[in-house]
């Protein structure tokens, strides 16, 4: 029994070291033969699976005294199979988005573009944010006006003896003071 799982040890190590290779050849491919490269890696990888699914069960029946062996060596060979199927999406990730740049006629610069685009848009952004917060300095001097200039009414109405123009000259003087403060700001 052991010598069966040599066999099919022997068997996934050459199977492994050419989906490696495959995997690693995938994204350097030209576009028609990357798409069979990859059907082909797919074939391996379920041929991979199959094996350790082989291995696996003539683990089960080795003796249990002898079991523990053969268990941490498939323990090995499920995790460099999860490793192989994880290198391979990253290999078809980066397949997928080469195709999907020539779908796109994108050129390689859009990342530039991207970039540029993306530096025009905050500048731009910090202009509106500049302006709308010089729009409310000048809101809320405005209101500012408006109290003191209410205020001043009201003295006014309690002060009898003050004349209109006394009460004009006041309002004036107020308003010539907050439209200083617009020209600084």
Request: proline letters at 3%; glycine letters at 4%; hydrophobic letters at 30%.
């Amino acid at each position: 029994m052991s010598s069966d799982f040599e066999g099919y040890e022997q068997d996934f190590a050459v199977l492994t070291a050419e989906i490696t290779n495959r995997i690693a050849r995938v994204p350097r491919l030209p576009p028609d033969e990357k798409k069979q490269m990859v059907a082909n890696v797919e074939k391996q990888l379920e041929e991979a699976k199959e094996l350790l699914e082989q291995m696996d069960l003539e683990v089960r029946e080795i003796p249990p005294q002898s079991r523990g062996m053969y268990s941490n060596r498939m323990r090995s060979y499920k995790q460099e199979m999860g490793k192989l199927e994880t290198d391979f999406k990253r290999s078809r990730i980066a397949y997928s988005d080469e195709v999907r740049n020539e779908l796109l006629g994108d050129d390689g610069n859009s990342s530039e573009n991207q970039l540029i685009k993306l530096r025009e848009e905050r500048a731009h952004l910090l202009d509106n944010t500049e302006r709308l917060e010089r729009s409310s300095r000048r809101l809320e001097a405005g209101y500012q006006i408006a109290v003191e200039t209410g205020i001043a009414a009201e003295q006014s109405d309690s002060c009898p003896e003050c004349t209109w123009s006394e009460q004009r000259s006041t309002i004036i003087s107020k308003c010539h003071l907050h439209l200083d403060v617009f020209r600084v700001s």
